[in-house]
């Protein structure tokens, strides 16, 4: 079986539970879903639903407990470990709340490390990083540490990391949640536009109803199956 040509993310019947101590914590039931070619997709749910569980499994972090998961082309709930590291290098951007930057790096160089891991000739690297930060607005900010960023700023940077290699696909996990209104906005923008310019598929979890309200489609979590919005408890 493969994936069909306009759907990105195929989900097929996935379970994952967890090993707590003699017990087996089932986190997600059978779970079904889709996501079209350069769709932006909004995952809400209460905490503990399974949303970052969802995604880490759609993002090749994980392997599900029985079923499958598609990218693209490949079943990526088939690869081994390596393979896996292999596969996310070079098809996925993950974006994360807290930034996950290497604070002694500036940022043109948090943003060259994914690069790192392929092939590319030191001007290919440099052209490619300089694309990503003029993306998403921090061409005048190359040479800043973290610690020298605003939050925004960082996320942003954070965003530069996750599209320089091109992937097809970035998930992000409440990319905006650790931010103020206005620098949320911001990167709202800025994912909005990576779909619309860029033709990305992006699959974000979030709290946010403002969040949520920029994604084509919001899908909701709750106690590790999708469910209609009236009946999620939040
Ligand atoms: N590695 C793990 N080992 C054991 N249990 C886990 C593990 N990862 C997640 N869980 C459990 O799975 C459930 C879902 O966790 P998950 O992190 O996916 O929730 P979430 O919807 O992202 O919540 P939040 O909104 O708080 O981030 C929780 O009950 C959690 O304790
Ligand atoms: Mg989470």
Same mark, same amino acid.
């Given at each position: 079986? !493969?994936?069909?040509?306009?759907?990105?993310?195929?989900?097929?019947? /996935?379970?994952?539970?967890?090993?707590?101590?003699?017990?087996?914590?089932?986190?997600?039931?059978? +779970?079904?879903?889709? *996501?079209? /070619?350069?769709?932006?997709?909004?995952?809400?749910?209460? @905490?503990?639903? &399974?949303?970052?569980?969802?995604?880490?499994?759609?993002?090749?972090?994980?392997?599900?407990?029985?079923?499958?998961?598609?990218?693209?082309?490949?079943?990526?709930?088939?690869?081994?470990?390596?393979?896996?590291?292999?596969?996310?290098?070079?098809?996925?951007?993950?974006?994360?709340?807290?930034?996950?930057?290497?604070?002694?790096?500036?940022?043109?160089?948090? =943003?060259?490390?994914?690069?790192?891991?392929?092939?590319?000739?030191? !001007?290919?690297?440099?052209?490619? /990083?300089?694309?990503?930060?003029?993306? *998403?607005?921090? @061409?005048?900010?190359?040479?800043?540490?973290?610690?020298?960023? !605003? &939050?925004?700023?960082?996320?942003?940077?954070? #965003?530069?990391?996750? #599209? =320089?290699?091109?992937?097809?696909?970035?998930?992000?996990?409440?990319?905006?949640?650790?931010?103020?209104?206005? !620098?949320?906005?911001?990167?709202?923008?800025? +994912?909005?536009?990576?779909?619309?310019?860029?033709?990305?598929?992006? /699959?974000? =979890?979030?709290?946010?109803?403002?969040?949520?309200?920029?994604?084509?489609? *919001?899908?909701?979590?709750?106690?590790?199956?999708?469910?209609?919005?009236?009946?999620? @408890?939040?």
């Amino acid at each position: 079986m !493969s994936n069909s040509q306009n759907i990105c993310v195929r989900v097929d019947h /996935v379970t994952k539970s967890f090993q707590r101590g003699s017990e087996k914590v089932e986190v997600l039931n059978g +779970l079904s879903l889709q *996501v079209p /070619v350069g769709e932006f997709l909004g995952l809400m749910g209460p @905490s503990g639903s &399974g949303k970052t569980t969802l995604l880490n499994l759609i993002a090749g972090l994980d392997q599900p407990t029985s079923g499958s998961v598609w990218v693209g082309d490949t079943e990526i709930s088939h690869l081994s470990e390596s393979q896996l590291a292999a596969w996310r290098t070079r098809n996925l951007g993950f974006v994360f709340q807290f930034y996950h930057l290497l604070p002694v790096l500036t940022a043109y160089q948090n =943003v060259e490390l994914p690069l790192l891991l392929l092939p590319l000739s030191a !001007s290919q690297r440099k052209q490619q /990083v300089l694309t990503a930060l003029d993306i *998403v607005g921090l @061409s005048d900010r190359l040479h800043h540490r973290p610690g020298q960023l !605003s &939050g925004g700023q960082q996320q942003r940077v954070g #965003i530069a990391r996750a #599209i =320089v290699t091109d992937p097809a696909l970035i998930v992000a996990d409440e990319p905006t949640g650790d931010l103020d209104a206005k !620098s949320a906005e911001e990167i709202l923008n800025l +994912l909005c536009e990576l779909r619309t310019q860029l033709k990305k598929t992006i /699959v974000m =979890v979030t709290h946010d109803p403002r969040a949520a309200a920029r994604a084509d489609r *919001v899908l909701h979590l709750d106690k590790g199956r999708l469910v209609e919005k009236d009946q999620a @408890s939040h």
